[in-house]
Each structure stands twice: as C-alpha cells, then as structure tokens.
C-alpha cells in the first residue's frame, strides 16, 4: 500500500501505476500530507484475460483519495472511473465542463461495451460458471458521471488540504488540460505539472496548448518521442487524392475511425479538401453512434475550436441506426463512409469491410496508428485474403495508410514545450510511451543541458522536490 512506510514528515510522493513505460491505463497518485489525488483513472487496453484483473482492483487504498483530477476524456485516462466508483470512491473528479460532457458519452458507451462482452462470454461458456461480471456496468458509469465537478482552465481551487489546482489547456482534444498542483506541508512548498496528454500546435483544429507551468516535478507524455508528423499540407493532399480515387472508380472510401476527436477531424478534412476543390464532391456518412453524440458535444462548444469544427459535423450524415448503417455499402454511386472501430477489428467497420474488401473499386484509408495483431496492420501488410466474421475473404481493395492525423504533441512538439523549464532544472519523469520513445526525449533534453530526467517504472515511488524559497 502506498504511503505505508514513508517517514510521517515526508515530501510529497507521486507513483505510476499505469501509463509507465507504455501507453494506455494512465493513473498516477500523489500522496500528500493533506490526502492522496488521483491523477486520470484510465483503462488499461490489450487482452482482456491479462487486463481484467489489473483494471478491477487498485494498487492503492481508494478510501484514502482526497479527490480525482482527469486530464480528457480519452478512455486510456478515464475509462476506468467507474471501477473506482464501484468499489466505493465518492468524491469530486475535476476536469474541465468540456471533458465532463464528453467523458459523460465516453463512459456510457464503454459501460455499454462492458455489458456487451460479459453477456457474450457467457453466452459463449453457455452458462457455465464461474459467471463472467463485467467490468463496469451503466449503473456505475452514470454514478461516476454524477461525480464529474467542472473547473475552468487558469482558476487555482483548493482539491485537499494544502494542495492547489490549476487547469490549462493541453490543446490536445476539446477540454483537454494539464494539470499544475500546488502543495504546502510541513512548511515547505512542492510543485507538480502533470502533462495528460498534449495537443500539437501547428494543427490548426484546436488553440495551441497553453504553456507549461514551471514545477519541480514534471510528469511528462511522451508518445510519438522520436517521431515527428508529417506536414499537414502532405496529410491533406493524400486524404484529398484518396477520396479522387474512390470517385473516380466509382467505389466507396472506407474510413475505420475512433468516435472521438478522429473521425470529426477527417470529417472537417474532407469538407475543406472538397470546399477548395482538391477533392471531388462525395457524400460522406459517419457510422457511429458515439461519434454522433460527440459531434453534439462539439456543436454545444463552437468556442472550443480554432476552426469551425462543429459546423462542419452538421453537412454531413450522422448514421445511428444499425438498418440503415448495413445498407450503407450497397447503396449505388461513391461515397465515403467513416466508421467506428479505430484499429478495424471491431465495431460497424468490420460489416462495411466485409462488404467492400473484395472489390478492386474500393479504397481503405487507415487514418491512426495500427497496433500489431489488428485487423488495420493485417490489411496494412496485403495479405491475399483477409478473415472477417470467421469466413476468408479477396483482399482486392486498395489500402492506405495516411498518418499525420493524431492529435498528439510530436517529438519536436514536446521538446519546444519542455525548453523554457530548463533552467529550473525540475525533475522530469516521462510516462504514457514506450521506453524508445521516451528515452529519444530524454537525450534530447539532456544535450539541452536537463539533468534530472528518468522514465519511472509501475509503482515506483518518487519524491517532490522541495521548491525554492
Ligand atoms: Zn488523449
């Protein structure tokens, strides 16, 4: 248990106990004197055999938490909320009123998800026992909702005993914040910036991140360390070129696509592509009823947006219906159809492949990374047939990957964020990417003359230093 053997008059301690040394189950605690915060409550993703059991119990006493600090709704940093609330956590979970809307969407449907999985399993286990719970259920989701407590961004308010908290804008997806603690114990001052995740400045969709509070700790993201995004010219000439070829041969344009933040950014791409003329005229449907109801977020928050975002979801066909979603590939003409299931292997797309894949006429954008073993990386790799629904298939369409659609700082992105706190030499501790990427930071803000940086292990405890009278 956390805390359990550190002296009474101890410095502030942060520990990772997920998003440490790879990228998905952010949840990091920071015991003070004045109680513990939780910062971001994630789902850890992968196989669920091997996830299960680290998604449903806590590393740390949730009756010890002062209160919840979420960073965004991205699943990877509040989809495990509701585990916490099911096993007894009442308190407020701050964040932005922008990601408490947002996240309100994002756990329901992962509730509804939860539910999904556990009545297959044991559908498939025809009954036997042990019975198979899910992990959260609509009921926990909706409590977990009704803990959501809005902050505004720049607007220090007091989280526990001694600890000051400011929100500011991560510029990463709408609401999406970094987070500064201030905290008093014992008479000494300690400082925390905790990145969650952060936007790229020169995409143009949202304001660019605020800049990085100053602190004497600073837990940092570190995703695409090491890699740098192509142009946004290069991104939107190669979306424009892949809806050309669909019209061209008649065929449909097939977009696996994230509800969340993804699928309305292509669909803004789309529009501008075919506004300027650099895309012929395609109608597009959007397949997802998250998206739908994210896109109805967004058009409540116009303010939220460098670019009119929100407007753009209006001239398109939010498809939620499953009738009309499976008549959507053998309606006759071109037309672009973006659906859920980011990696391809799940949700609506997987129908729309099913229907598409054997056809020469039909392109396949794949617009976000592809994680090895998915559905996205085998059709990436252009195997002569292609399982889907259990049955092999012709793989006959063409597929594309076009990168440069994250909505994550790149490495040059964080090194330009990270300069300026060089000279208070804080200590500077990478999660939430794995170990090259972090460590292709970590030499660059070295040679910048950095001294004290480190890629902390699950668990591992770490000390605030004390700030500077
Ligand atoms: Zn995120």
């Given at each position: 248990?956390?805390?359990?053997?550190?002296?009474?008059?101890?410095?502030?301690?942060?520990?990772?106990?997920?998003?440490?040394?790879?990228?998905?189950?952010?949840?990091?605690?920071?015991?003070?004197?004045?109680?513990?915060?939780?910062?971001?409550?994630?789902?850890?993703?992968?196989?669920?055999?091997?996830?299960?059991?680290?998604?449903?119990?806590?590393?740390?006493?949730?009756?010890?938490?002062?209160?919840?600090?979420?960073?965004?709704?991205?699943?990877?940093?509040?989809?495990?909320?509701?585990?916490l609330v099911r096993q007894g956590y009442r308190g407020p979970i701050y964040?932005?009123?922008?990601?408490?809307?947002?996240?309100?969407?994002?756990?329901?449907?992962?509730?509804?998800?939860?539910?999904?999985?556990?009545?297959?399993?044991?559908?498939?286990?025809?009954?036997?026992?042990?019975?198979?719970?899910?992990?959260?259920?609509?009921?926990?989701?909706?409590?977990?909702?009704?803990?959501?407590?809005?902050?505004?961004?720049?607007?220090?308010?007091?989280?526990?005993?001694?600890?000051?908290?400011?929100?500011?804008?991560?510029?990463?997806?709408?609401?999406?914040?970094?987070?500064?603690?201030?905290?008093?114990?014992?008479?000494?001052?300690?400082?925390?910036?905790?990145?969650?995740?952060?936007?790229?400045?020169?995409?143009?969709?949202?304001?660019?991140?605020a800049p990085l509070p100053a602190a004497g700790l600073v837990l940092c993201?570190?995703?695409?360390?090491?890699?740098?995004?192509?142009?946004?010219?290069?991104?939107?000439?190669?979306?424009?070129?892949?809806?050309?070829?669909?019209?061209?041969?008649?065929?449909?344009?097939?977009?696996?696509?994230?509800?969340?933040?993804?699928?309305?950014?292509?669909?803004?791409?789309?529009?501008?592509?075919?506004?300027?003329?650099?895309?012929?005229?395609?109608?597009?449907?959007?397949?997802?009823?998250?998206?739908?109801?994210?896109?109805?977020?967004?058009?409540?928050?116009?303010?939220?947006?460098?670019?009119?975002?929100?407007?753009?979801?209006?001239?398109?066909?939010?498809?939620?219906?499953?009738?009309?979603?499976?008549?959507?590939?053998?309606?006759?003409?071109?037309?672009?159809?973006?659906?859920?299931?980011?990696?391809?292997?799940?949700?609506?797309?997987?129908?729309?492949?099913?229907?598409?894949?054997?056809?020469?006429?039909?392109?396949?954008?794949?617009?976000?990374?592809?994680?090895?073993?998915?559905?996205?990386?085998?059709?990436?790799?252009?195997?002569?047939?292609?399982?889907?629904?259990?049955?092999?298939?012709?793989?006959?369409?063409?597929?594309?990957?076009?990168?440069?659609?994250?909505?994550?700082?790149?490495?040059?992105?964080?090194?330009?964020?990270?300069?300026?706190?060089?000279?208070?030499?804080?200590?500077?501790?990478?999660?939430?990417?794995?170990?090259?990427?972090?460590?292709?930071?970590?030499?660059?803000?070295?040679?910048?003359?950095?001294?004290?940086?480190?890629?902390?292990?699950?668990?591992?405890?770490?000390?605030?230093?004390?700030?500077?009278?």
């Amino acid at each position: 248990m956390e805390g359990s053997e550190r002296p009474v008059e101890a410095a502030p301690a942060l520990t990772c106990w997920g998003a440490a040394q790879t990228v998905t189950g952010s949840q990091h605690l920071v015991s003070t004197a004045g109680g513990s915060l939780l910062l971001d409550c994630g789902i850890i993703q992968g196989r669920r055999e091997e996830t299960d059991r680290r998604n449903s119990s806590f590393p740390f006493r949730v009756d010890h938490l002062a209160a919840v600090l979420l960073t965004h709704a991205h699943i990877d940093h509040c989809g495990n909320l509701p585990s916490l609330v099911r096993q007894g956590y009442r308190g407020p979970i701050y964040c932005t009123s922008m990601t408490a809307e947002l996240a309100a969407v994002m756990l329901a449907d992962s509730a509804k998800l939860q539910e999904e999985e556990s009545a297959q399993a044991i559908i498939r286990r025809r009954y036997s026992s042990p019975w198979i719970e899910p992990l959260y259920t609509l009921q926990d989701s909706a409590r977990t909702t009704g803990l959501l407590t809005p902050v505004e961004y720049d607007s220090p308010l007091t989280v526990a005993p001694g600890v000051t908290a400011r929100f500011t804008d991560a510029g990463h997806v709408p609401g999406s914040a970094v987070i500064h603690l201030q905290i008093e114990q014992y008479g000494h001052r300690y400082s925390l910036t905790y990145t969650g995740d952060l936007g790229r400045p020169g995409f143009g969709v949202l304001p660019a991140p605020a800049p990085l509070p100053a602190a004497g700790l600073v837990l940092c993201e570190s995703t695409y360390g090491g890699r740098r995004h192509p142009d946004p010219s290069t991104t939107e000439a190669a979306l424009a070129a892949a809806v050309a070829r669909a019209a061209s041969a008649g065929g449909k344009l097939i977009i696996p696509a994230f509800g969340f933040g993804r699928t309305q950014i292509i669909v803004h791409f789309l529009l501008k592509a075919m506004r300027e003329g650099a895309a012929p005229s395609l109608p597009i449907f959007v397949d997802s009823p998250l998206a739908s109801q994210v896109a109805a977020v967004f058009r409540r928050h116009p303010e939220a947006f460098a670019v009119d975002l929100p407007g753009d979801q209006a001239a398109v066909r939010y498809v939620t219906s499953m009738e009309e979603s499976a008549s959507l590939p053998d309606q006759p003409g071109s037309s672009i159809i973006i659906a859920a299931g980011g990696m391809g292997d799940g949700g609506r797309v997987a129908g729309h492949l099913m229907k598409t894949v054997s056809d020469t006429k039909n392109i396949i954008a794949l617009v976000s990374f592809q994680a090895p073993r998915s559905l996205g990386r085998q059709l990436l790799d252009r195997p002569e047939f292609i399982t889907l629904f259990g049955k092999d298939r012709p793989l006959r369409a063409e597929v594309r990957h076009l990168e440069g659609y994250s909505s994550h700082a790149d490495h040059d992105d964080v090194i330009a964020q990270l300069r300026p706190l060089i000279a208070g030499q804080p200590k500077v501790r990478f999660v939430h990417g794995e170990p090259t990427a972090a460590g292709a930071l970590a030499d660059d803000l070295r040679a910048a003359g950095l001294k004290d940086i480190a890629v902390p292990a699950v668990g591992e405890v770490m000390e605030l230093p004390a700030d500077p009278d």
